[in-house]
């Protein structure tokens, strides 16, 4: 296969960047999409250029440092696919494709493709987990929790915190991310303690960086694991609850 | 220099809980006056920061990665063992122990794998107060199901994704010790150097991966965390960026290496497509429950797998294992497949691989079973090759997956530097010479949630009152013009060669010499190859940009260029093993069956090999196994 690759090269943040565009030929159909830019890559150290420098590191889908818009989508045009799992042979001979890093306020660029997405680690830092400390934990079959509830947090356990989702929006929201590792922990009894000041503070640390959900479901569409937009429907209306509740009532219990 | 396990005395199941009696404590108003650097923050660096920073220490956490939480123990699959007994099927911390200690092919210590057994009970609990969600059953109790190896049930698993569970347990855990008790984050920061000063670990020199700047850090105690080595080889499960820069730089500041040849080969991964193949795709052991491997009797058939009938398939593993059959161990399979694709049997385009056929068992269970239990390892396995297993058969082939080798540790993980900790993947302490399934997610999430944050007190008590070395000391500031010249010298070189390019010569030599057989004429030639690589590297590489912004194939080239010196070790270490034992096997040492012979009597130590140079030969220290509690037998799956 011959591609046509239009690729965003900015060396740093604070030089302009420019799209550059590099016939690719002799694909095969066969590689993954970051294979084919490792051998875009090692053709153009030959060359004595600099190679384009993109995040990725299992190529496998699961860790979610891959991602980068190709033809204007999320991780390219297969669904539910990380760029890692997407493989060459999901294009056609002569194809031109463009790839650009994710853009939104909240994922400012470092280099190429690569952007600093530590905004979501500080959402985590406000509130996304339980408050345990290590030791003193009952035995794990103490609790128990039906099987639906545990796959419904599974389901929202398993974003893979790649941005994608904030990359696919047009406002540049994070309500998918936030909402997906939010429900994870409120549809569990061990989350339930902390249930309202998570949600709160969540909510409010993902509004300082990222925009705001005017329901485009573009981030579902994009997400490597199908994450449903459900639970934005359920992160609202726990933030709603929690507005309500009077937080430091002693013995409030959830519904 | 003598190597003092510190193991304690005492009957095998209270030698732990006296231990933890005997060592010293830090007061807990003065644990906040001890300093301690983490790095790596995978299941073993994550959970540790966390538990120490609860205790009062303050941690500083260093990770490569952009977030703690892309680690690669994120893309383990399977499950976590412990011995809960959940599933009333005879399972005990000493059955428990005893499958890790034969399985590791009698080459572990027994006091530290019988704690990691103690231990496990303690993690599932653990991981379920902080919400991972583990499998339940319809009645909302935990599922177990039974894995390689063991004759019970003991497996806790999330779905095909435990490591991501378990390791988000971790982060989310680390960071609300940022949020909540002041850990400092240094992420895109990459370990260079470790600080040694008048015989103790003062600190380390890092590198920040966007800017280039290089910096110290000093601290009371220095934790690595930093993953296994397999990427030596190139190809392998592990992701692209897991390097044993960390480890190996500490060993070229004193610490020990121990066991390097202890790598493990899994049988079932997806062959290599092309020569621009970047990495290997593991899939699950499970899948051998109920597909079937053969290869075509004749050499280089060219049918299609469904024009080849039955009367010309070798199903060889059923053929040479009657009694387990496709369920052999991973060592055994791994051997099994690679005889036949080295005798021109292999199927494939490039010939790389032996089927796995789920025919007779799709016409046996139906297609709806099927899919049930593998149906989302096919999709991957479509994604990845194009080809539809439930139409055509699965193509596998071996791939380095784990490495068992790793930095010496005693009974407290600590090296024998003093204050240089040592956890998870990284040291070489509980899985022998070959590690079972689901055990390596137990090892990281006990070193650091219930082992460190004992054990380092013990280190840490006497010091009570000192500051940590200044980083104005010239220890550091020496380390930090060193780690510079590397850089500068790399940068420098402008050759011909990319950094890939000669990493994929140091891959091949490794896996055709070093990989799944060995030989001592394999290893002998492979050690005279390795220097002429590394000198290639030295004069040859092209590494272009700077080194003040953000340049992955400098971070690769430094990374290479220890795989460079340490494979030559790990070698060495396969060369001087003169036994077969779990994942080190000799093609000398076999019984008449094929399978691994061991050589206890001149055999049973600890490999730990001292630094003395790069074109040195490194000094071996022998740590003796004693096995007071069980028995060392022959494993046998005829």
């Not at chain 1, 011959?2 to 060396?11: A, G, K, N, S």
């Not at chain 2, 177990?144 to 569970?165: K, L, M």
């Not at chain 2, 999709?379 to 082939?397: A, H, N, Q, S, V």
């Not at chain 2, 896996?511 to 290893?523: F, I, K, Y």
Request: some cysteine; hydrophobic content about 35%; glycine content about 8%.
């Amino acid at each position: 296969m011959r591609i046509q690759l239009t690729v965003w090269r900015q060396p740093s943040p604070d030089v302009d960047g420019k799209f550059e565009t590099y016939d690719v030929p002799g694909v095969s159909p066969d590689m993954s999409f970051l294979e084919m830019l490792d051998v875009v890559n090692e053709r153009l150290m030959h060359d004595g250029k600099e190679p384009i420098a993109f995040d990725h590191d299992c190529r496998e889908g699961i860790c979610g440092s891959c991602g980068f818009m190709i033809n204007g989508q999320a991780h390219g045009p297969e669904r539910a696919t990380a760029t890692c799992q997407l493989h060459m042979r999901k294009f056609r001979d002569g194809d031109h494709l463009t790839i650009e890093p994710w853009r939104a306020a909240g994922f400012p660029l470092v280099k190429d493709l690569i952007v600093d997405r530590s905004t979501f680690d500080r959402i985590i830092e406000s509130g996304g987990y339980v408050g345990v400390g290590t030791g003193g934990a009952p035995d794990g079959n103490l609790i128990p929790i039906p099987k639906p509830v545990a796959d419904a947090a599974m389901d929202a356990a398993a974003c893979i915190g790649c941005g994608a989702c904030v990359a696919a929006c047009p406002n540049g929201a994070a309500q998918l991310f936030t909402s997906a590792k939010m429900q994870h922990l409120n549809l569990l009894p061990q989350g339930q303690a902390e249930r309202w000041d998570r949600t709160i503070n969540m909510v409010e640390t993902m509004e300082t960086y990222f925009g705001s959900c005017t329901n485009h479901q573009e981030c579902e569409a994009a997400c490597p694991k199908s994450i449903s937009i459900d639970f934005i429907a359920l992160m609202n209306k726990d933030y709603a609850k929690a507005q309500l509740k009077q937080r430091r009532l002693v013995g409030q219990s959830f519904p | 220099m003598a190597l003092d396990s510190k193991i304690p005395a005492g009957p095998l199941e209270a030698k732990w809980d006296n231990h933890k009696f005997d060592i010293k404590l830090v007061n807990p108003a003065n644990k906040r006056r001890f300093d301690i650097i983490v790095v790596g923050t995978g299941l073993a660096g994550a959970s540790a920061a966390a538990s120490l920073a609860e205790l009062g220490y303050r941690v500083k956490v260093v990770t490569f990665h952009d977030s703690p939480r892309r680690a690669h123990s994120i893309a383990a699959q399977g499950g976590i063992n412990a011995a809960k007994n959940y599933k009333n099927d005879g399972d005990s911390v000493y059955r428990l122990f005893y499958d890790t200690i034969k399985g590791g092919d009698y080459r572990a210590r027994e006091a530290n794998v019988y704690r990691l057994a103690q231990t496990s009970v303690d993690i599932i609990d653990q991981c379920v107060a902080q919400g991972v969600p583990f499998a339940r059953e319809y009645g909302g109790l935990l599922d177990n199901r039974s894995f390689g190896g063991a004759q019970v049930s003991r497996t806790f698993y999330a779905r095909g994704q435990t490591g991501q569970q378990l390791l988000l347990g971790a982060y989310q855990a680390l960071m609300r010790a940022v949020h909540s008790y002041g850990v400092q984050l240094y992420p895109r920061t990459e370990m260079l150097d470790v600080v040694v000063k008048d015989g103790h670990t003062a600190g380390i020199v890092c590198r920040d991966l966007n800017t280039g700047e290089v910096f110290s850090m000093s601290g009371h105690a220095v934790v690595l965390a930093t993953g296994g080595y397999g990427n030596a080889f190139y190809l392998s499960t592990n992701a692209k960026n897991s390097n044993v820069t960390a480890a190996w730089r500490a060993a070229k500041k004193g610490a020990y290496f121990a066991n390097p040849c202890y790598t493990q080969i899994h049988p079932t991964c997806i062959p290599a497509s092309d020569e621009f193949q970047s990495k290997l795709t593991l899939m699950s052991e499970s899948l051998r429950n109920d597909g079937r491997v053969w290869v075509p009797k004749q050499t280089d058939d060219a049918r299609s797998a469904d024009q080849i009938p039955e009367a010309d398939r070798d199903y060889f593993l059923e053929r040479r294992y009657p009694a387990f059959g496709n369920l052999v161990p991973r060592d055994v399979a791994s051997r099994a497949i690679k005889h036949e694709v080295d005798a021109g049997r292999g199927v494939g385009p490039l010939k790389n691989g032996a089927y796995l056929d789920f025919t007779e068992s799709t016409e046996r269970l139906g297609h709806a079973v099927i899919e049930e239990r593998y149906g989302n390892l096919f999709e991957m396995y479509d994604r990845i090759t194009g080809e539809d297993p439930y139409k055509l058969p699965m193509r596998i082939y071996p791939a380095v997956h784990y490495t068992m080798g790793g930095l010496w540790v005693d009974y407290n993980l600590m090296s024998n530097l003093p204050g240089l900790f040592v956890l998870g993947e990284a040291n070489f302490s509980d899985h022998g010479a070959n590690r079972l399934g689901a055990s390596a997610l137990m090892q990281g999430l006990a070193d650091g949630y219930f082992v460190l944050p004992y054990t380092i007190g013990d280190y840490l008590a006497p010091l009570l009152g000192t500051k940590p070395l200044s980083i104005d000391d010239p220890a550091f500031t020496e380390s930090e013009h060193s780690v510079a010249e590397q850089t500068n010298r790399m940068l420098a070189i402008k050759g011909t060669k990319t950094v890939d390019e000669i990493h994929r010569e140091l891959g091949h030599v490794l896996w055709d010499n070093c990989g799944m057989a060995r030989t001592e004429q394999s290893l002998s030639k492979a050690l005279a190859e390795i220097p002429a690589i590394r000198e290639e590297f030295w004069k040859n590489v092209c590494v272009l940009g700077e080194n003040e912004s953000r340049n992955q194939a400098l971070e690769k080239a430094g990374r290479v260029a220890d795989f460079l010196e340490f494979g030559e070790l790990m070698v060495l270490d396969a060369l001087r093993r003169n036994e077969s034992c779990g994942g080190h096997f000799r093609e000398e040492y076999q019984t008449e069956d094929g399978e691994a012979l061991r050589d206890d009597e001149n055999y049973a130590y600890v490999a730990a090999w001292e630094f003395k140079g790069v074109d040195a030969e490194p000094e071996l220290h022998k740590e003796q196994l004693n096995f007071e509690f069980v028995h060392p037998s022959t494993r046998s799956y005829k």
